[in-house]
T-cell receptor
C-alpha cells in the first residue's frame, strides 16, 4: 500500500520560530510537492521537487524554503514563522510527468500548523 | 489565467444524486481529475478523465467532460453519508509537472 507520511498531525509554534515539516514517501517517486490548504482557497503550491537536490518555486514560495537531500524525503522550512502561515500543510508525491501527462498525486494526511 | 473554479458547498439528501461542477480555463489540459478529501485526511484520487473522452463511468461515479465549454462534472448516484467530504477538481497540462486544483466543493449529505 502506497504511503506518504508527515512528521506531525498538529503543530503549535510561536511567531519568529523556525519550523520544520517533514514528509516521507515509500513509492520511489521522483516528484514531491508541498501545498498549503486554506478554506475557500483550495490547495496552493508552495514548492516542488522533481529530483534529489532539485527544487522549483510554486505559486506562493515567499516565507518558505525546502530541502530534498534524499529521494524519499522532502522538508518544508519556515525560517521565521508568522501568524499568516497558520494553515494546513499537505505533502504529495508522484511519478515523473515526463513519462506521461497523467500525474496522480499521492497525499499525506496533512499537518495543521498554528502560529501564535 | 490558471483558475479551476468550483462552487464551495453542496447539500443533498441521502439516496439522491449529487452533481459537483467545475470549470477550467486552459484548453491544453490533458487529464482532469476528481480528488476526495475526507475529514482529517489528505486528498485521494477518486477518478480521472483523459481530455479526448466525453464521459467516464465507474460504479456510482459518472464524470462528464465538455471541452467546448471547459466544464467538468462529477455525478455521484445514490449518495451516502460516507460520501460527505470535500471534492477537488484538478487538471494537468501537456508535459506539466504541476497540477492545478480548484478550491474544493464541500458535500454535505443529510440522512
Amino acid at each position: 500500500d502506497v504511503k506518504v507520511t508527515q512528521s506531525s498531525r498538529y503543530l503549535v509554534k510561536r511567531t519568529g520560530e523556525k519550523v520544520f515539516l517533514e514528509c516521507v514517501q515509500d513509492m520511489d517517486h521522483e516528484n514531491m510537492f508541498w501545498y498549503r490548504q486554506d478554506p475557500g482557497l483550495g490547495l496552493r503550491l508552495i514548492y516542488f521537487s522533481y529530483d534529489v537536490k532539485m527544487k522549483e518555486k510554486g505559486d506562493i514560495p515567499e516565507g518558505y524554503s525546502v530541502s530534498r537531500e534524499k529521494k524519499e524525503r522532502f522538508s518544508l522550512i519556515l525560517e521565521s514563522a508568522s501568524t499568516n502561515q497558520t494553515s494546513m500543510y499537505l505533502c504529495a508525491s508522484s511519478l515523473p510527468a515526463s513519462l506521461t501527462s497523467y500525474n496522480e498525486q499521492f497525499f499525506g494526511p496533512g499537518t495543521r500548523l498554528t502560529v501564535l | 489565467g490558471e483558475d479551476v473554479e468550483q462552487s464551495l458547498f453542496l447539500s443533498v439528501r441521502e439516496g439522491d444524486s449529487s452533481v459537483i461542477n467545475c470549470t477550467y480555463t486552459d484548453s491544453s489540459s490533458t487529464y482532469l481529475y476528481w480528488y476526495k478529501q475526507e475529514p482529517g485526511a489528505g486528498l485521494q484520487l477518486l477518478t480521472y478523465i483523459f481530455s479526448n473522452m466525453d464521459m467516464k463511468q465507474d460504479q456510482r461515479l459518472t464524470v462528464l467532460l465538455n471541452k467546448k465549454d471547459k466544464h467538468l462534472s462529477l455525478r455521484i448516484a445514490d449518495t451516502q453519508t460516507g460520501d460527505s467530504a470535500i471534492y477537488f477538481c484538478a487538471e494537468t497540462r501537456t508535459g506539466g509537472f504541476k497540477t492545478i486544483f480548484g478550491a474544493g466543493t464541500r458535500l454535505f449529505v443529510k440522512a
